[in-house]
């Protein structure tokens, strides 16, 4: 079932029409830019012998040598290479007019990002050492004057280590003292707050949601519900995976529920305003020392990975107890995973404030990942390490959801239109007609999609059908496949 015209009407927002990306900042008069410089070798130049891509732009305004702040204010034309007054990210060995073409010919400045320690040298002999790792120190632009060459030799954005060591207990005891009311279900379908790697069939794969009791419920596939009494942490989202779920209860502590209705407080207090995640029974979370931390839910074994993460973001995790990888937002601000195995990488993309990574393993091997990047961008990464920006545009806030199938995999997202679009590895994007609440995330597993509509309700969507549960959700939370 789809949503009625009416329905739509309440929900749409603006014209339908192709996607755009974020608006970055607005700009100031009077930029010097490449725009007046069109012969190789005109301006300044950035070369990158690091391995990790760095951000350059091609204006500068007023006569400072630099500049604090995520984008510098000329840069009107945000992420691109094809204009003047923009900002671009240049590739590890990479040298801007070589890579980024005319628009580059004269860069003007280059981005030491937050946490991390970027080092080189001008070809004037200054000496470049920014060391931006430090608590309340943010990015900074150093311009690169005309004629003149910025050499950057090494960006180091390894993870600081988060604060304290054991995660620290939660508040209260019992995670069913703080529910709301009795049921989720009634209300109207404008009522808002709701007052009323094998790829798995739709009908077998169950769901996990806060209901806007504030406890936690989950339906079967066949859409059987059930309210567990268990009181969920305002602003979280469960996690599931072959009926197991993870989720921080309102005493602040990870609990975990088996198969058979078991439910376990595990003691470890988690970050506010974080999710778990969970697949093959491996769980992980952000602890409330802002660490990365994993734990077998089938035999307790649970481990500080000593990676911090960027606060308030969740980390996302495939494979099972015995091979799994993780995804998360490090304190830096970029896309890291991690392995069972042990393995760290910092995948050198930067990824939208407040936003979290999607991950899934792949049936012919390897692991995809989408995340959201900080151009306001959906970005993937494939099987094989490719990295594609699909030009589409995300809601501000919200993260995308990664599902394998038989022939890739397929992304889930809330556009900045309002609406949930999918999208196949292979390229395809298409509009599902389906108003979501704003700042709130859809999940996806095989071919099926939860997500809470601008109603305030769950609803479900197999294939080309959609259903409203008329089950009420818990504002600013997200449901789980």
Request: glycine share 16%; charged share 15%; proline share 4%.
């Amino acid at each position: 079932m789809r949503l009625s015209t009416r329905l739509k009407q309440l929900v749409r927002i603006g014209a339908v029409g192709a996607l755009l990306g974020t608006s970055l900042v607005v700009g100031q008069a009077g930029p010097a830019s490449a725009g007046d410089c069109d012969t190789y070798g005109c301006g300044g130049r950035v070369r990158n012998t690091s391995s990790s891509p760095i951000w350059v732009t091609n204006c500068w305004s007023g006569f400072s040598d630099s500049y604090y702040g995520t984008y510098p204010p000329c840069t009107t034309n945000g992420f691109t290479k094809s204009a003047a007054n923009a900002f671009y990210s240049l590739s590890g060995n990479g040298y801007t007019p070589d890579e980024l073409g005319r628009w580059y010919y004269d860069t003007d400045a280059f981005l030491a990002r937050h946490g991390c320690l970027t080092t080189g040298y001008f070809s004037s002999g200054r000496s470049i050492r920014e060391d931006r790792r430090g608590p309340g120190l943010g990015d900074r632009w150093r311009r690169v004057y005309a004629q003149e060459t910025a050499f950057i030799t090494g960006i180091d954005c390894t993870p600081e280590e988060g604060f304290g060591s054991t995660p620290q207990t939660g508040i209260g005891t019992a995670p069913w003292e703080d529910g709301f009311g009795t049921a989720p279900s009634g209300g109207g379908t404008d009522s808002g707050s709701g007052t009323g790697t094998t790829i798995p069939s739709p009908e077998t794969i169950p769901a996990a949601f806060q209901a806007n009791t504030g406890f936690l419920y989950t339906r079967s596939g066949a859409g059987a519900m059930f309210d567990t009494r268990y009181g969920m942490m305002n602003g979280t989202s469960p996690a599931t995976s072959g009926g197991q779920t993870a989720f921080q209860a309102n005493t602040g502590f990870l609990y975990t529920r088996n198969t058979n209705g078991v439910t376990l407080d595990t003691g470890y207090g988690m970050m506010n305003g974080t999710s778990p995640a969970i697949s093959g029974g491996q769980i992980a979370f952000q602890a409330n020392t802002t660490m990365l931390y994993t734990r077998n839910m089938n035999n307790g074994a649970t481990q500080n990975l000593q990676l911090g993460m960027m606060r308030g973001t969740s980390p996302s995790i495939a494979g099972a107890t015995s091979r799994w990888r993780i995804a998360f937002q490090a304190n830096t601000g970029f896309l890291y995973t991690r392995d069972s195995s042990g393995a760290v990488v910092n995948t050198g993309y930067g990824m939208m404030a407040g936003t979290s990574p999607s991950i899934t393993a792949l049936p012919s091997g390897g692991y995809a990942i989408a995340f959201q990047a900080n151009t306001g961008m959906l970005w993937t990464i494939d099987g094989n390490g490719r990295a594609t920006d699909t030009r589409y545009g995300m809601m501000n806030g919200t993260s995308p959801a990664i599902s394998a199938t038989d022939t890739g995999f397929t992304t889930a997202f809330q556009a900045n239109t309002g609406f949930l679009w999918v999208r196949t590895s292979g390229g395809v994007a298409k509009d599902t007609g389906l108003g979501m609440m704003r700042g709130t995330s859809p999940a996806i597993r095989g071919y099926r999609i939860v997500f809470q509509a601008n109603t305030g309700f769950l609803w479900v969507r197999d294939g080309e059908s959609a259903t409203d549960t008329r089950y009420g959700m818990m504002a600013g939370t997200n449901p789980a496949v």
